[in-house]
Nanobody, 123 residues
Framework: QVQLVESGGGLVQAGGSLRLSCAAS????????VGWFRQSPGKEREFVAT????????YYAGAVKGRFTISRDIAKNTVYLQMNSLKPEDTAVYYC????????????????WGQGTQVTVSS
């Protein structure tokens, strides 16, 4: 069993930056991939980025590529999402997820989810 806790969300102006953290406990994330997803009111949960724990392979949604960077700290069992050049359309609750040994772009591909952290970008 893995417990995930996200932090780092908040209110920021357009063009600003935030760094989200996803801290895991219960077991090491080795052999898993970790994904970030987001969901805004009335919309389905959508893929943002994912990273493989062992090799650090990363994948990004087109809407965030070049602005967001996913990374991991193996010693801290933590994954980060650095978000730069934020836009109002990035406003959403951001979730991290794990439990899949492969990088998946689908929410159904992950077994464990955090509670989410709110990101609000004002124009």
């Amino acid at each position: 069993q893995v417990q995930l806790v996200e932090s780092g969300g908040g209110l920021v102006q357009a063009g600003g930056s935030l760094r989200l953290s996803c801290a895991a406990s219960g077991r090491t994330l080795s052999s898993y991939a970790v994904g970030w997803f987001r969901q805004s009111p009335g919309k389905e949960r959508e893929f943002v980025a994912t990273i493989s724990w062992s090799y650090g392979n990363t994948y990004y949604a087109g809407a965030v590529k070049g602005r967001f960077t996913i990374s991991r700290d193996i010693a801290k069992n933590t994954v980060y999402l650095q978000m730069n050049s934020l836009k109002p359309e990035d406003t959403a609750v951001y979730y991290c997820a794990t439990g899949n040994p492969f990088n998946s772009l689908l929410p159904a591909g992950y077994s464990y989810w955090g509670q989410g952290t709110q990101v609000t970008v004002s124009s």
